[in-house]
């Protein structure tokens, strides 16, 4: 709501300056001298006034007008000793604010499963990330307007109760009626931010599909339509943005004439008291009253303009708080969700599940059973459709089903498959190369020893390729002469896989080599069960000539399986699988290099 507005951000920096907490506290006190020293600037020039005003014929009227200079000089300086450095521990604690809290932002979203991801839409999320943390940033930042507008509507009050109560008490009624109107009005420009908040992350996931696929949108000639379909999103709002301004403007409008009247009754007071009762109505102490009714009013607009901008603040903070709370929600559904340390066997039982891609294509598994056993060789078969790409997707985790029962060495696991995901890495069919380093392509930027990285390489058969790139693992794809091969490209983004599956204890390969030449391919799965021999390793396979590697096979037929057993019992049953390897062996060149001799089926 937006009545706490300014509670949530302060808590929300707290939060996030872990480690700069006293630093956060240091500055606000320095902040708080420094405005508290600012409150005495108008006495000062008060007296200076009363002083030429009394004794302008009097011989000491220089030094007691140097003194009240002087005077007025040290407080300036004594001022920014404050103001300064405060400023500066200001600026360099919302610089970290901003990197925690993006950093978190940044974290939850790679955590959360690829369905939240193909329900938020990129667009949006990069959105909300950048606004809410650029918010908590500038609110921070300038957290010392709000510290200053504070002291200066309290302490301008509490003075003016010494000098003329009347008149304080006027101001404070009027400061509260104009509090009271700006906090309502707010409280409808909140609802108002939110909602162009909704327009603004249209806005950007338009134009990140557009930016994304702008080959498309190039050869296929549609930059007048993109470009009007994005203006269109960006009209859609000026209704409720005009409404906003004008809304926004009254506010400010009628709290105006409301400090205004009260400066100018309050003088009014001051002015017909005095001279009422005989008294010289003093041009310093007017000054001073005047001065301090300004800073009382000025104050008051100060604190209303700020606290609009914390409002808005406060709701593009908000906007990021899905996140935060699918986080949880998938945080709290995943808790303790491990394997066993040490664990020899998983059984997946009876599984079952269905969706629809956003082609309307519908991919379904249906009562499906798998062991994964530690240093296993599992292949998963069939024709394309038939569900191998699906089970990898679901065993990874980036598909979920609660229609399974899932036991390890023989006890039942509560969270069934998300036991599984935080063991297991998926090593894609289609590669994702990214327009950087090939070192930056296979870490991800993170750092680790040269070795890891060749190791990775070799593994991949990635080395000849490596060998002739000009500056080896800096080289940067996107410069002018590199080009790789679809299958080099695989190769690439298998090294990856490699890289990143060290630490897991079930690895997933979905046909990673399928752009690979078959020589190199039969290479790179021997290299690769051989390394991860200590590991449980389930390959979607295509050409069937590798399947002599396998312990297990399983064959896949429109989301069930209706085959399982080595390469030879599956042979001998001489039935779906075994037409499927005479029809193969009949139409395809096998390589020279294999790992076992093939078997004939008459």
């Known amino acids: 709501m937006p009545q706490s507005a300014v509670a949530s951000l302060i808590a929300k920096a707290w939060e996030y300056a872990t480690g700069y907490r006293k630093l956060l506290i240091g500055y606000v006190l320095m902040l708080c001298v420094a405005q508290g020293l600012s409150l005495s600037e108008p006495y000062i020039i008060g007296q200076l006034l009363n002083t030429v005003q009394e004794g302008s014929s009097s011989p000491q009227i220089f030094h007691k007008v140097m003194y009240y200079l002087g005077l007025y000089l040290a407080l300036?300086?004594?001022?920014?000793?404050?103001?300064?450095?405060a400023r500066v521990l200001e600026r360099i604690l919302a610089f970290n604010i901003r990197t925690n809290y993006k950093k978190e932002l940044f974290t939850f979203v790679t955590q959360l499963?690829?369905?939240?991801?193909?329900d938020n839409h990129s667009g949006e999320n990069i959105d909300r990330i950048n606004r809410a943390s650029g918010a908590l940033s500038d609110f921070v930042s300038s957290s010392f307007e709000l510290v200053y507008t504070l002291i200066r509507l309290v302490g301008s009050h509490i003075i003016l109760f010494f000098f003329l109560p009347q008149a304080a008490i006027i101001s404070l009624c009027s400061s509260i009626v104009a509090l009271g109107l700006i906090f309502a009005i707010d409280r409808k420009l909140f609802q108002q931010y939110k909602d162009l908040n909704l327009f603004e992350n249209r806005i950007a996931s338009a134009i990140h599909d557009y930016v994304t696929n702008i080959v498309t949108v190039i050869t296929l000639r549609l930059e007048i339509r993109v470009i009007s379909e994005v203006a269109r999103r960006m009209l859609d709002a000026l209704p409720l943005y005009k409404k906003n301004v004008i809304m926004s403007e009254a506010k400010w409008f009628v709290g105006t004439?409301?400090?205004?009247?009260?400066?100018?009754?309050?003088?009014?007071?001051?002015?017909?008291?005095?001279v009422g009762s005989g008294q010289v109505l003093l041009?310093?102490?007017?000054?001073?009253?005047?001065?301090?009714?300004?800073?009382?009013?000025?104050s008051f607009f100060d604190f209303a303009g700020k606290y609009s901008a914390i409002v808005r603040?406060?709701?593009?903070?908000?906007?990021a708080e899905s996140i935060h709370n699918s986080y949880r929600h998938f945080r709290k559904a995943s808790s303790n969700s491990f394997l066993p340390e040490g664990w020899k066997e998983v059984k997946i039982n009876n599984l079952s599940f269905t969706y629809e891609d956003p082609t309307n294509r519908v991919h379904q598994l249906k009562d499906v059973t798998i062991d994964l056993k530690r240093g296993s060789r599992i292949a998963f078969v069939g024709e394309s459709g038939s569900g191998k790409t699906t089970m990898m997707n679901v065993l990874r985790g980036l598909q979920f089903t609660k229609r399974v029962s899932v036991?390890?060495?023989?006890?039942?696991?509560e969270n069934k498959l998300l036991h599984l995901a935080r063991h297991t890495t998926l090593i894609p069919q289609e590669p994702e190369i990214f327009a950087d380093t090939l070192r930056f392509n296979i870490t991800f930027g993170v750092e680790t020893p040269e070795a890891e990285i060749l190791e990775a390489i070799k593994l991949a058969r990635f080395e000849p390729v490596l060998g002739r790139m000009p500056f080896g693992l800096e080289t940067n794809i996107a410069q002018k002469g590199i080009n790789m091969s679809g299958g080099e490209k695989q190769r690439l983004a298998l090294a990856r896989g490699v890289f990143s599956a060290k630490d897991s204890d079930i690895i997933l390969l979905d046909e990673p080599t399928s752009s690979v030449d078959s020589q190199n391919e039969v290479l790179?799965?021997?290299?690769l069960l051989a390394h991860f021999k200590d590991r449980c390793v389930v390959s979607s396979i295509h050409k069937l000539h590798l399947l002599g590697m396998f312990d297990r096979i399983y064959v896949f037929a429109q989301g069930e399986i209706i085959e399982q057993g080595n390469l030879s019992e599956l042979l001998a049953k001489q039935g779906n699988f075994a037409q499927m390897w005479k029809k193969y062996t009949s139409t395809t060149t096998i390589p020279t290099k294999i790992p076992d001799p093939l078997p004939q089926i008459n």
């Open 407 to 413: 036991t390890c060495d023989g006890a039942e696991m």
């Open 524 to 527: 790179i799965y021997e290299a």
């Open 113 to 118: 499963p690829v369905k939240w991801h193909k």
């Open 313 to 319: 603040y406060s709701a593009d903070v908000q906007s």
């Open 76 to 85: 300036q300086i004594t001022f920014w000793c404050f103001h300064g450095p």
């Open 283 to 298: 041009s310093g102490t007017f000054f001073t009253l005047f001065e301090y009714l300004r800073r009382i009013g000025g």
């Open 257 to 274: 004439m409301i400090m205004t009247i009260t400066i100018v009754a309050a003088l009014s007071w001051y002015a017909w008291s005095t």
